[in-house]
Nanobody, 124 residues
Framework: QVQLVESGGGLVQAGGSLRLSCAASGRTFRSYAMGWFRRAPGKEREFVAAISWRGGTTDYAESVKGRFTISRDYAENTVYLQMNNLNPEDTAVYYC?????????????????WGQGTQVTVSS
């Protein structure tokens, strides 16, 4: 069993930065691929970024490439999403996710664990 708790959301002006954190419970954290998704108002949930269980592979949505960076800290059982140069289109609830299968995680298919989400609002 893995529990995920996100933090770090908030209100920021366009061009600003935020760092989201996802604290994972459970000793099996290091076995899971981790990812971030988001759901904007009136839109479906979409993939943002993912990192493999070893941390050697990362993937990003085209819309965030070059602006967002995903990383993980095994000692802290935490995955981070550094978000730079934010724009109003990044406004959404951001969700942390974990799954043993990396491709399934990226597709958001049958993901094993989800966090509760943290709100990010970018003002223009």
């Amino acid at each position: 069993q893995v529990q995920l708790v996100e933090s770090g959301g908030g209100l920021v002006q366009a061009g600003g930065s935020l760092r989201l954190s996802c604290a994972a419970s459970g000793r099996t954290f290091r076995s899971y691929a981790m990812g971030w998704f988001r759901r904007a108002p009136g839109k479906e949930r979409e993939f943002v970024a993912a990192i493999s269980w070893r941390g050697g592979t990362t993937d990003y949505a085209e819309s965030v490439k070059g602006r967002f960076t995903i990383s993980r800290d095994y000692a802290e059982n935490t995955v981070y999403l550094q978000m730079n140069n934010l724009n109003p289109e990044d406004t959404a609830v951001y969700y942390c996710a974990a799954d043993l299968n990396y491709p399934d995680l990226i597709r958001g298919r049958d993901v094993a664990y989800w966090g509760q989400g943290t709100q990010v609002t970018v003002s223009s």
